[in-house]
């Protein structure tokens, strides 16, 4: 059982969770779409070029699978969301 003041800090970051998503979604809403829209609105938004994710491959790598020459990998959707600390399933 809960103590009181547990309780209110509780309902307390419940509220605050759900006003920080609300804000989220109204001013920085998550772009549907396939997995290269969302990389590449994610790399817009982070002002980021193809030489800044060597964690998913070189350049080039990184240039073919924004052409759609390649698909992500598992390894590299694993670095993309890290990178962007965002869940993995935006990519899929």
Do not use: C
């Not at 059982?1 to 804000?23: F, G, K, N, Q, W």
């Not at 979604?25 to 790399?43: T, Y």
């Not at 994710?53 to 073919?64: D, K, M, N, Q, W």
């Amino acid at each position: 059982m809960r103590s009181e003041a547990a309780s209110v800090i509780y309902d307390l970051l419940e509220t605050i969770s759900t006003l920080v998503h609300a804000y989220e979604e109204q001013h920085d809403p998550m772009p549907d779409g396939d997995p290269v829209d969302v990389l590449q609105s994610l790399m817009h938004d982070h002002q980021l070029t193809r030489q800044d994710l060597p964690a998913i491959g070189t350049p080039g790598v990184v240039s073919a699978v924004l052409r759609r020459k390649r698909s992500l990998n598992v390894r590299m959707i694993t670095a993309l969301a890290a990178r962007f600390g965002v869940s993995p399933a935006v990519f899929f």
